[in-house]
């Protein structure tokens, strides 16, 4: 039953230990007009002479509920662990998804250092290419400068015989 048209959502939060409802209230809305009457299988929320009814998922522990309203958003939200689970269940379910986020931040920064590896890889084999480059060019100056600097030898004139011209009979 939604008499107010109130929008609300049921989320599991906390590595699956608690129900959270949040319900969705004027933000201006005088706290003592709001009335939470919460049992393990439903909940029913009076907003100005309006009723909200809702059964929960699964049961839930009234003694260890809380019921806030926020400051920014004036939404009511009503935390409730559930009942299925002892405390030492839900220790272990909090710290194994603690384990599990360690991890995931485990293998992001393995994976952030292997980036940088690679990019220092990257920048190690650019400053190479790059010295090999500049080395060629000096190579190639100093044979440009070099043969710049050869002698010029003087041209031969046209052909020279090693036997006398005048020698050698006539064509017919």
Known sequence: MNEGKYDF??????EDTLWQLE????????????????????VTIKV???YL????????????????RSQTTGALVIK????????????????KKRKEEIDIQKKL????LQEEEARQKLIKEKRQRDMRRIKDEIKQEQLITE??????LP?????????????VPPLE
């Open 147 to 152: 043969f710049k600097e050869q002698p010029v």
């Open 155 to 167: 041209k031969r004139d046209a052909f020279v015989p090693d036997f006398d011209p005048d020698e």
């Open 53 to 68: 009814q809702l059964e929960h998922p699964e049961m839930v522990l009234v003694e260890k509920s809380a019921v806030q």
């Open 9 to 14: 959502r049921y989320s599991e939060i906390e």
């Open 109 to 112: 920064r393995d994976m952030t």
């Open 80 to 95: 409730m662990p559930k009942a299925c689970l002892d405390e030492k269940e839900a220790q272990n379910r909090r710290v």
């Open 23 to 42: 319900v969705k209230v004027p933000k201006f809305l005088s706290t003592n007009l709001i009335n939470v009457d919460l049992h393990p299988e439903h």
């Open 48 to 50: 100005k002479d309006k």
